[in-house]
């Protein structure tokens, strides 16, 4: 019974997509760079999502899916990634990169003509609309829409979707903190924004950066997952920047009426405090909206100086 009290202003989340962006796997699980064992990142990974006791409406990887887009380590993450996703009950949405080869992916995740057309989809997850977009330049590492993806777009676009709509694309369409990436950005962005200006989309899923970070694109909220494989130690000067195997996470986004809010979820082996329980959560739904105040939120009375 306590599952439907409301402790606070908002009601529970429409809907609940998890977002995994990175994940660079290599044929023969071979470690990326000779150091990261992406594989196990992404094992590992999964694991915490299925620790969330959540059941998704969708499970979206933001490109980079292979390092190299070897059809073994395709047909690899889909072993790994589809149980997963069969147990929770959630579709998986595939998003190309730009270490990405779109012919092996679309033969060996998608199951699809093995050729250079762009990766693109629409999904309803009850109301809300997903749209996968494929910002991957083949034979390059920066990013871009042509002009028959954003026509497209629009074309898909032009119908509202009852709960709004979600892009998710690899390279953000944000500045980045790493000056180098620049060069590696999304380009035609104008057209994007043209794209979607007067539209329903609500919010951007991305990747690409290998940390997590957010903006405003078109007055459009962007969320940027950081990668699975391993992220990049902005506790340096920007032009010194690099990888470290720490860090690793997904995001939770949780979609409401009003607002959709992106959590980044560490991947972590860390003891964590038991105050917590459903149990206590079960006590505080029992009490009244003002006894919940008094018991966990008014401060012990200050001691006398």
């Known amino acids: 019974m306590h599952a439907a009290v409301r402790f606070g202003q908002h009601p529970p989340a429409r809907r609940v997509i998890v977002h995994v962006s990175d ?14 064992d992406t594989a196990g990142h992404l094992t590992r990974t999964l694991e915490a999502v299925e620790a969330l006791g959540v059941r998704p409406d969708a499970i979206v990887f933001t490109g980079d899916l292979t390092d190299l887009g070897e059809p073994e380590a395709y047909r690899t993450l889909r072993a790994t990634v589809e149980p997963v996703a069969a147990r929770l009950g959630a579709p998986v949405v595939w998003v190309a990169g730009n270490h990405d080869e779109r012919p092996a992916l679309r033969r060996e995740l998608l199951g699809l003509e093995p050729t250079e057309e762009p990766v693109t989809g629409v999904w309803d997850l009850g109301g809300l609309r997903l749209i996968a977009l494929d910002t ?3 034979g390059w590492h920066h990013g871009d829409l042509d002009a028959a993806q954003l026509a497209w777009l629009r074309d898909v676009l032009a119908t509202p979707a009852e709960r709004g709509t979600i892009l998710a694309l690899h390279h953000p ?3 980045s903190h790493i000056p180098l990436f620049d060069i590696l950005e999304l380009r035609d962005q104008e057209g994007l924004a043209a794209a979607i200006a007067g539209s329903d989309v609500r919010q951007i899923l991305a990747g690409h950066l290998h940390y997590s970070t957010s903006g405003m694109f078109a007055g459009v909220p962007v969320s940027v997952a950081a990668a699975t494989c391993y992220t990049m130690d902005l506790a340096r000067p920007a032009e010194e920047v690099n990888g470290m195997d720490a860090g690793q996470s997904f995001h939770l986004v949780h979609v409401y009426d009003d607002t959709i809010t992106s959590a980044v979820v560490p991947v972590v082996d860390a003891d964590t405090a038991g105050s917590f329980t459903a149990e206590w959560v079960a006590e505080m739904a029992a009490l009244s909206a003002q006894e919940r105040l008094e018991a966990f939120s008014r401060k012990p009375p200050r001691a006398e100086s």
Do not use: E, I, K
């Open 23 to 36: 994940t660079h796997l290599l044929a023969g699980d071979r470690p990326l760079g000779g150091r990261y």
């Open 136 to 138: 991957s330049v083949p």
């Open 173 to 175: 369409p944000l500045p």
